[in-house]
């Protein structure tokens, strides 16, 4: 059962350890990012983004409380967030494609149920209030993590979040991407992966391929990305705010 101090520590860090982390000569590892235009890269497996309906990447920068930024192209941008030192408290805006600009990142806030300060939403709806059109993506198959959120017009319209623990996440109406991919869930325990236990219903769960669905379907799948022609336009590197690490939500008094 995955609990939510495991996801919040996906990446074996909260942000601020990752930080501290990095600045020991011991772990230290060297940045390099090309300035260098080249064409968009496939990602998203094992990852977390954003995807914005804009163009202006330094406005996404802006609006997510970032001050500082590095230009980085693909392959320097990308290498960084995947590197498991390099990227656990770091975040790719990417160039734009097709109209659309992705924030790319373990470092992103993530729904991790009740017992912890919900940090996504208002960092969703606050980008969904600049742009129209906001989506959160989060596929890890390590520990059976998968979700997806959209922001449109100023609303969380939809809002999604499983594990092998059951649904963390949950708002909104199922849309048509989410209906087509024939889901099934159960709360019910000790069901999942057999048939006849539920009304003689197969409980499928949701896995990565299933999010980068939702993903083609709602804006861009990255794992397609990959072709066209090279742009001349830079992604940025930017170091995560520390105000977006994992804090829990504190009771209220009796």
Known sequence: MV???????????????????????????????????????????????????????????????????????????????YDERLGAARLYITPPVKGWTFVVGLSLPHPVGPAFVDKLSPLLLKLGSAFPDVQYYFAYPAIDYFAWARVANGKIVRAFAVSDAGIVWNKGKISKEERALGLR??????????????????????????????????????????????????????????????????????
């Open 3 to 81: 609990s939510a101090l495991v996801i919040t520590a996906l990446v074996g860090l909260t942000i601020a350890a990752a930080a501290h982390l990095l600045s020991r000569p011991d772990v230290r590892r060297t940045l390099l990012l090309s300035d260098v235009p080249d064409r968009p890269l496939a990602f998203g497996s094992g990852m977390a983004w954003l995807a914005v309906r804009t163009e202006d990447g330094m406005a996404v920068a802006s609006q997510l409380g970032i001050p500082a930024v590095q230009l980085a192209n693909w392959n320097s941008g990308l290498g960084t967030i």
């Open 185 to 254: 869930l159960f709360e019910l325990r000790g069901v999942k992966g057999r048939s006849g236990d539920a009304g003689g219903e197969l409980v499928l769960y949701p896995t990565e391929p299933h999010v980068f669905e939702i993903a083609r379907g709602w804006s861009v799948d990255p794992m397609q990305l990959g072709s066209g022609s090279v742009s001349p336009v830079l992604g940025l590197m930017a170091d995560a705010p520390l105000s977006w690490a994992a804090e829990r939500a504190r009771k209220s008094a009796a």
